[in-house]
């Protein structure tokens, strides 16, 4: 839906103050979430990396504990590189300040969505 005249004069406005106000520029830029996911997905992919030279070190050197600690740190990163895509496909909206806290939604456990998707479900599949 398109804004009328005066709301879109108020928006330029808005605009316009938000733009001079040096405080609320570097705010903004120093909370952008798409440079953290990136940020997060290069240690992830780092530490993937160690953990796989700590494999192949293990393995030359026949020893067996080294390599499996690789293995655990190739896992973790991992599972970081998979929360960091997860969390950048939806991101948390914060303060400018940074006061507000973090999300306080509840996450769902596996049984409430299982009965959730089965309230969903077409009931002519039967």
């Known amino acids: 839906m398109p804004l009328s005249e005066h709301e879109q004069r108020a928006?330029?406005?808005?605009?316009?103050?938000?733009?001079?106000?040096?405080?609320?520029?570097?705010?903004v830029r120093a909370t952008d979430?798409?440079?953290h996911a990136r940020r997060r997905l290069?240690?992830?992919?780092?530490?993937?990396i160690v953990g796989l030279g700590l494999v192949v070190f293990g393995t030359v050197n026949d020893l067996l504990p080294l390599?499996?600690?690789g293995f655990l740190v190739m896992l973790a990163g991992a599972a970081f590189a998979m929360q960091?895509?997860?969390r950048a496909?939806?991101?948390t909206l914060h303060a400018v300040d940074g006061t507000a806290s973090r999300s306080t939604r509840r996450r769902s456990s596996l049984i409430d969505r299982l009965e959730e998707r089965w309230r969903r479900r077409p009931e002519?599949?039967?």
């Not at 290069?42 to 993937?48: F, K, M, N, P, S």
């Open 33 to 35: 979430p798409r440079i």
């Open 42 to 48: 290069v240690l992830a992919v780092l530490v993937v």
């Open 89 to 91: 496909k939806n991101p």
């Open 11 to 27: 928006f330029e406005q808005i605009e316009r103050s938000l733009a001079e106000d040096p405080k609320f520029a570097s705010a």
């Open 124 to 126: 002519g599949n039967r």
């Open 84 to 86: 960091t895509q997860r």
């Open 67 to 69: 390599g499996a600690g």
